[in-house]
């Protein structure tokens, strides 16, 4: 199976316009090469329209990191999916663990979010992940399945095509522990397995599901081979192109093999 592989960079609350600009360009000028891997890269609002003015002659696609359901409104502080859109994003990650630990993201907000960027005709990635403590308890299956029950409630085959599902145990976000390529494995087969069972082997089958949780370059390979992962959405080592540029290619070899 041939599945869309996608690396993705979630920039978090990192950047000034110049910085973004900086790198943008950085990531652009050595990924020139990259055929078979989508590439996207999530600045923050800010810097979006930014970005999008060096990326939008490469193949390289803009997302955000978050949205507001409403299309306008009195909602001080939040962004539509169409002011996105207007800034050039094609992405936009949804339910981000840091916005459900933070930022009071449930299943249903998730669920709203999801909802409003396909009718804007906006792609999303849809994160979930378990924490440590739900790990320990041998629940994770348990949390994926009802957050993607949650998420995806209301959605039909059609609107999956336009989903990639990003699978981030909390406990390895930004703290420099990796699941295991089996652990992740193991989960991302149960993911393809839900999803199977709520629309059918078709959308499962051709559904992209990227692993998240301090991918580096050292540790890509291992994981981006493991049969269920289809690419990687990347905090810390996003930030540098070096490092970001070199998963990228990581993922492009495997794909070529
Ligand atoms: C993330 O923020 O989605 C992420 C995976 O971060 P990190 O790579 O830093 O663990």
């Not at 540790?219 to 810390?236: F, M, P, R, S």
Request: charged content about 25%.
């Amino acid at each position: 199976m041939k599945r869309k592989k996608v690396i993705a960079g979630n920039w978090k609350m990192f950047k000034t316009n110049s910085e973004a600009l900086q790198l943008a360009n950085q990531i652009r000028i050595k990924t020139t090469d990259i055929k078979a891997t989508q590439i996207i890269v999530c600045p923050p609002f800010t810097a979006l329209a930014n970005v999008n003015e060096v990326i939008k002659e490469s193949s390289i696609a803009l997302g955000a990191q978050n949205i507001y359901w409403e299309k306008e409104g009195a909602f001080t502080g939040e962004i539509s999916p169409g002011m996105i859109k207007s800034a050039g994003a094609t992405y936009v990650i949804i339910g981000h663990s840091e916005r459900r630990q933070y930022f009071g993201e449930t299943d249903e907000t998730v669920n709203k979010k999801i909802k409003a960027a396909l009718e804007n005709s906006l792609k999303t990635i849809v994160c979930v992940g378990e924490l440590l403590e739900q790990r320990e308890a041998n629940i994770t299956r348990e949390v994926v399945t009802k957050q993607i029950k949650g998420a995806f409630a209301g959605l039909n085959g059609a609107d999956m095509q336009h989903v990639i599902i990003a699978y981030e145990p909390v406990w390895a976000i930004g703290t420099g522990k990796t699941a295991t390529p089996e652990q992740a494995q193991e989960v991302h087969a149960e993911i393809r397995r839900v999803i199977n069972e709520l629309f059918d082997k078709t959308v499962a089958d051709n559904l992209t599901i990227q692993y998240g949780g301090s991918v580096k370059p050292e540790n890509a390979e291992i994981l981006l081979k493991q049969v269920d992962i289809d690419g990687a959405l990347i905090g810390g080592a996003c930030l540098k192109a070096d490092s970001f540029s070199a998963i990228i290619h990581t993922m492009e070899n495997l794909s070529n093999e």
